[in-house]
Nanobody
């Protein structure tokens, strides 16, 4: 089993920045492909970003490309999501997700690609 705990959410003004963190435990962190998803009010949970096991590859959803950066520190068992130029439409609960994939370089963008989920952290962007 993998446990994921997100932190760093909060209230920020339009154009502001936040950095989310997700700490993992339960398995070797470097064996995990990591992702971030978000779910806005009344909306489905959507893909935000993914990062490979060693951090060498990343992939982003179109709506956040150029504004968000995903990174990881395997020594600290943590993945980050730096969010810049935030907009009110970025308001959502942000979820960290993990897939145990010790032998693959594939990045996953679908909900079904991930086995483990955090509890989510609220991000609210005011206009």
């Amino acid at each position: 089993q993998v446990q994921l705990v997100e932190s760093g959410g909060g209230l920020v003004q339009d154009g502001g920045s936040l950095r989310l963190s997700c700490a993992g435990s339960g398995r070797t962190f470097s064996d995990l492909v990591m992702g971030w998803f978000r779910q806005g009010p009344g909306k489905e949970r959507d893909f935000v970003a993914a990062i490979s096991r060693n951090g060498g590859s990343t992939y982003y959803g179109e709506s956040v490309l150029g504004r968000y950066t995903i990174s990881r520190d395997n020594a600290k068992n943590t993945v980050y999501l730096q969010m810049n130029s935030l907009k009110p439409e970025d308001t959502a609960v942000y979820y960290c997700a993990a897939r145990w994939s010790p032998k693959t370089t594939v990045l996953y963008t679908d909900l079904d690609g991930y086995q483990y989920w955090g509890q989510g952290t609220q991000v609210t962007v005011s206009s």
